[in-house]
C-alpha cells in the first residue's frame, strides 16, 4: 500500500466533513459496563497463590528421593574423606561379607561333593557286593559256580534272529522239582521267554503239544492240521534245527510228529515226516562267533554251522566275520598262541601266548568265547600260560578255568 500524502489539516478538513456521531447513553452506565467486563476475566486473587504452591509441592515430591540420596552419598564421603577408621571398618566389613560368601559357597560345593562321592560309593559298594555274592555276575555265560547250593533246571532255547538266519542259544534256569520230567520244565517255561526285548524273533511257546515217553526215550509233537509251520521252508527249517538244539543232551533219543494224533507232520518244502532230528549232545567241534545288534548290548555267543576238525582251525574262523550271517570275530587278529596243546588226559586244554601279546580284562568277552569253543572239542577246562596278567574277571589264568554249563544266560522273572 502507498504511504498517505495527505497533510495533517487535509485530513482535519476531511474529518471535519464528515457526519457527527452523538452515544446517548449515560457516562456512568458506560463505565459500569466496562468495569463489569474486566472484572469477569479477572483471576480470583486466590487461585495464583494456590497454583503456585501446587507448583511447588509437586518439584518437591520429585526432586526429594534424588536429593535425599545426594545428601546421604555427600555425607558418606565427607565422613569417609574425614575418618580412615571409617573408612577401614566399610572395607573390612564388606571383607567380611565376601568371605562369608565364599565360605558359604565353598562348604556348599563341598557338601554337593560329599554327597556325589557317598552316592557314588555307595553304588560302588552295592556293585561289589553283587560280584562279592556271585563273580560271575556280568558274563555272559552260566558258570557251575553259579548253580552250587541250589537245585535247579538248565534249558537252552535256540532261538532265531531278526533275519531267521542263525539260531542263538538262549539259556535260563528254573528251580528243580523232584519228579517232574525236564520237558514239562521246558514247555512251561516257553511262554515266559522275552525273545524281542533282547532283539532277537518272536518264536515261542511252539504252537504243539508235547507228550514224552520215558521208556523209549521218545518225545513225540502233536500239532493242529492249520499249524503254522508247513507255510515256507524258513520257518519249517528254523523248527527243525531250533527242536534239534533244544533236546540235545537231555536224554532224548527221538523225536516223532503227529497232527491231530495221526501219524506225520505237514512241513511245506520237507514233506510230510514222521520223525525230526536231534544234535548230538557233545564233541560238535564248531568255534563260537559275536552276534550283537549294536554297541550298547552285551554279543551273544553263537556257534557256527560249520564244524571243524581241529580248535586251532576253529580260532582262526573266530578272528574273522561270516558277513552274511551278521557273525563278528570272537578273538582278536593279533591272537597267535605260540603253542596250544592239551594235557595228558584230553580233557584240559594249554594256550601258551607269544612274549608279544599280554591279556586284560577287555579280553574277558573272547576269553569266554574261547571257554565255550573249548567245551565244543570235548575239553573240560582251559588253562594260559604267559598271558602277561594274573587274573581276569574271576578267572585265575594260571589255574585250568572250567568251561561253561552253557552260553547267554538271561533271568527270567
Known amino acids: 500500500m502507498k504511504k498517505s500524502q495527505l497533510s495533517d489539516k487535509q485530513l482535519e478538513e476531511i474529518l471535519g466533513?464528515?457526519?457527527?456521531?452523538?452515544?446517548?447513553?449515560?457516562?456512568?452506565?458506560?463505565?459500569?459496563?466496562?468495569?463489569?467486563r474486566v472484572e469477569k476475566r479477572r483471576m480470583p486473587a486466590w487461585v495464583i497463590p494456590s497454583a503456585a504452591m501446587a507448583a511447588v509441592l509437586f518439584l518437591a515430591f520429585i526432586l526429594s528421593p534424588g536429593l535425599m540420596d545426594w545428601n546421604q552419598s555427600a555425607d558418606k564421603s565427607i565422613d569417609s574423606k574425614s575418618s580412615p577408621e571409617s573408612?577401614?571398618?566399610m572395607d573390612m566389613d564388606t571383607a567380611t561379607k565376601e568371605s562369608s560368601a565364599k565360605n558359604t559357597a565353598d562348604q556348599?560345593?563341598?557338601?554337593?561333593?560329599?554327597d556325589t562321592s557317598t552316592e557314588d560309593e555307595d553304588k560302588g559298594n552295592e556293585f561289589t557286593a553283587k560280584v562279592a555274592e556271585n563273580p560271575y555276575a556280568g558274563l555272559n555265560a552260566?558258570?557251575?559256580?553259579?548253580?552250587?547250593?541250589?537245585?535247579?533246571?538248565?534249558?537252552?532255547y535256540a532261538i532265531p534272529d531278526q533275519n531267521g538266519q542263525i539260531l542263538v542259544p538262549i539259556t535260563t534256569t528254573v528251580p528243580k522239582e523232584e519228579g517232574k520230567p525236564w520237558i514239562d520244565s521246558f514247555t512251561e517255561t516257553m511262554p515266559k521267554l522275552k525273545e524281542e526285548e533282547w532283539g532277537l524273533s518272536e518264536f515261542y511257546p511252539v504252537d504243539a503239544t508235547f507228550n514224552y515217553n520215558e521208556t523209549s526215550k521218545?518225545?513225540?509233537?502233536?500239532?493242529?492240521?492249520?499249524?503254522?509251520?508247513?507255510?515256507?521252508?524258513?520257518?519249517?527249517?528254523?523248527l527243525l534245527?531250533?527242536?534239534?538244539?533244544?533236546l540235545s543232551g537231555k536224554g532224548i533219543d527221538k523225536l516223532t510228529f503227529t497232527t491231530e494224533q495221526k501219524p506225520g507232520m505237514d512241513l511245506g518244502n520237507y514233506g510230510m515226516l514222521d520223525e525230526g532230528p536231534i544234535t548230538p549232545a557233545a564233541n560238535e567241534m564248531r568255534a563260537y562267533m559275536f552276534y550283537q545288534q549294536d554297541d550298547n548290548t552285551q554279543p551273544f555267543l553263537v556257534p557256527t554251522k560249520e564244524q571243524f576238525d581241529t580248535i586251532m582251525l576253529a580260532f582262526e574262523q573266530m578272528q574273522g566275520n561270516i558277513e552274511e550271517l551278521q557273525l563278528t570275530a570272537s578273538l582278536p587278529k593279533d591272537f597267535s598262541p605260540a603253542k596250544i596243546e592239551p594235557e595228558d588226559d584230553q580233557t584240559e586244554l594249554k594256550i601258551i601266548l607269544d612274549n608279544k601279546m599280554a591279556l586284560d580284562n577287555e579280553f574277558l568277552p573272547n576269553l569266554e568265547a574261547i571257554l565255550m569253543t573249548a567245551k565244543e572239542f570235548g575239553y573240560q577246562s582251559v588253562k594260559f600260560e604267559n598271558a602277561g596278567t594274573e587274573q581276569i574277571g574271576p578267572f585265575i589264568l594260571n589255574d585250568p578255568i572250567p568251561v561253561p554249563v552253557a552260553p547267554n544266560k538271561k533271568v527270567l522273572e
Open 142 to 156: 552260566l558258570y557251575k559256580e553259579e548253580l552250587e547250593g541250589q537245585e535247579s533246571e538248565v534249558i537252552t
Open 241 to 246: 534245527d531250533a527242536m534239534s538244539q533244544n
Open 87 to 89: 573408612n577401614m571398618a
Open 17 to 36: 466533513q464528515m457526519p457527527k456521531i452523538k452515544d446517548h447513553r449515560d457516562p456512568r452506565d458506560i463505565y459500569q459496563n466496562i468495569a463489569h
Open 218 to 238: 521218545t518225545l513225540n509233537m502233536d500239532v493242529k492240521a492249520d499249524h503254522p509251520y508247513k507255510n515256507g521252508s524258513v520257518s519249517s527249517t528254523l
Open 108 to 114: 556348599a560345593d563341598q557338601n554337593i561333593k560329599m
